[in-house]
Nanobody, 117 residues
Framework: QVQLVESGGGLVQPGGSLRLSCVAS????????MSWYRQAPGKERELVAG????????TYADSVKDRFTISRDNSKNMVSLQMNRLKPEDTAVYYC??????????WGQGTQVTVSS
């Protein structure tokens, strides 16, 4: 059974930090590129950051560059997103996504991040 389970979301003040984690099971994690997406109310889901299968390549949305860092640990089947200097506009549900070379895709259930004073 394939599962992607996100954790680490919550309420944080502007300028604060959060670390999201996504633990995978039920598939060969190292065969999948991993990404974090987010969806704010009334908006489309958007790519936040992505990382290649071996972690050698990363990509970021312009809005989060220099603030967010994506990483993965294939020995733990885990991908993480370190989020620093958070802004109210970062408020959204954050999802992790796995995709392989055949475009097989899995999504997690999401974790809420709220940035507010």
């Amino acid at each position: 059974q394939v599962q992607l389970v996100e954790s680490g979301g919550g309420l944080v003040q502007p300028g604060g930090s959060l670390r999201l984690s996504c633990v995978a099971s039920g598939f060969t994690f190292s065969n999948y590129a991993m990404s974090w997406y987010r969806q704010a109310p009334g908006k489309e889901r958007e790519l936040v950051a992505g990382i290649s299968m071996m972690g050698t390549s990363t990509t970021y949305a312009d809005s989060v560059k220099d603030r967010f860092t994506i990483s993965r640990d294939n020995s733990k089947n885990m991908v993480s997103l370190q989020m620093n200097r958070l802004k109210p506009e970062d408020t959204a549900v954050y999802y992790c996504k796995a995709i392989d070379l055949r475009s097989r895709t899995y999504w997690g259930q999401g974790t809420q991040v709220t940035v507010s004073s």
